[in-house]
């Protein structure tokens, strides 16, 4: 299975701080992506990386990716309550691929 | 949110009992996806349509089958569900042009509860 696996699995920190999770992966691959998923809802796209690129930032996001280690660590800087969620990375394969492969996630919970 | 909906949201059944869920999307994307969702496992994908009436199967599509009579539906059944299928089911679609042509867009899930 081509399924990511994200590290660690659940993460608590107090608010203000930064939260790093990171993500391996098996085989070569096309783009990253994460998604952030709240308690009983569906996920949410957040970024994405393509193979070619090394690092990348979305407001407080920053997001690396490292192919040759075949691994992705996504960095939430000032961290909120509003952040607490699980967060997943997705790969797909060499392109033309239809479809993406969804790690086990990190729950990340953040103390006001 | 891409439109999308889900029904029923919350369903339980019996051992053995064909059940059917509904996707429903109304921004006319080709590519749907059905994924299951358990503990320790994240996302795995049962089925997804590239178009009407054209499927393919998944990673975990053994007692899952799909339809897609039209654009806006896909219909995942489970002919005879069994316990093993308790799960939250969604469903995405994905855009094909654009920036986000390689994102997936995810509806609200569906809670299933196979007794």
């Known amino acids: 299975s081509q399924q990511g696996e994200e590290d660690p699995q659940a993460l608590s920190i107090q608010e203000g701080e930064n939260a790093t999770m990171n993500c391996s992966y098996k085989?070569?691959?096309?783009?990253l992506q994460w998604y952030r998923q709240n308690s009983g809802r569906g996920l949410v796209h957040l970024i994405l990386i393509r193979s070619n690129e090394r690092e990348k930032h979305s407001g407080r996001l920053r997001v690396t990716l490292d192919t040759s280690k075949k691994s992705s660590s996504l960095l939430i800087t000032a961290s909120r309550a509003a952040d607490t969620a699980s967060y997943f990375c997705a790969t797909d394969a060499l392109p033309g691929a239809n479809n993406l492969f969804f790690g086990t996630g990190t729950r990340l919970t953040v103390i006001p | 949110d891409a439109g999308i909906t889900q029904s029923p949201r919350h369903k339980v059944t019996e051992t053995g009992t064909p059940v059917t869920l509904r996707c429903h999307q109304t921004?006319?994307?080709?590519?749907m996806y059905w994924y299951r969702q358990d503990p320790g496992h994240g996302l795995r994908l049962i089925h997804y349509?590239?178009?009407?009436?054209?499927?393919d199967k998944g990673e975990v599509s053994d007692g899952y089958s799909v339809s897609r009579s039209k654009t806006e539906d896909f219909l995942l059944t489970l002919e005879s569900a069994t316990s093993s299928q308790t799960s939250v089911y969604f469903c995405?679609?994905?855009?094909?042009?654009?920036?986000?042509?390689?994102?997936?867009?995810f509806g609200p899930g569906t809670r299933l509860l196979v007794l």
């Open positions: 995405a679609i994905r855009h094909t042009a654009g920036t986000a042509a390689e994102t997936q867009y």
């Open positions: 085989t070569s691959i096309n783009n």
């Open positions: 349509s590239y178009g009407v009436k054209d499927t």
């Open positions: 921004e006319n994307h080709r590519y």
